[in-house]
């Protein structure tokens, strides 16, 4: 726990400081992608907390995929920017680029259970449609590497997230 203390702390602290006069908007969402590592295609579904303000959205979300007897867990701080935010003003389609960062669990239950712990890191980017006030949609690619996983190396997440504003 003090790893992972000192892994999202001193990230949460950045992200709140840099738009300290923009007004916060909370939010929660539920989201679901398609996980590829290794030649593994696994569906997974997750649930989001995070905070936006104009130009910066810094997000804490868990996920969970089940492929067989291979499943695996992330916890993730995603923070992202819009881009070409001039261009898109007056539309409701909003494009954006950004890091990850987090902690995966991959189990493996077969004949011989195992399970392997390690970080991940990338970056993300993704359009996220404004249906009103309080939810938007958010369609988005993670490219993720890891370290101390000694089974995958790579993931590549195709994520679609709804979230509600309050």
Known sequence: MKKLNKLFLPILLLTSAIHADDKIYSFMGIQTSVAKFENVSTPTVGIKYGKQSKNMRTSISYNYGANGSDYYQTLLIQMDT???ANTFRDIALKPYVGVTVGVMQQN??????TRDRGYVYGID???TYILNDAVD???GYRFLKTSKLENI???N???FSMHYFY
């Open 82 to 84: 819009g881009v070409l």
């Open 108 to 113: 493996d239950d077969s004949l011989i259970p």
């Open 125 to 127: 980017a993704g359009l």
């Open 137 to 139: 949609l958010d369609l």
């Open 153 to 155: 190396s790579k993931i």
């Open 157 to 159: 997440d195709l994520t």
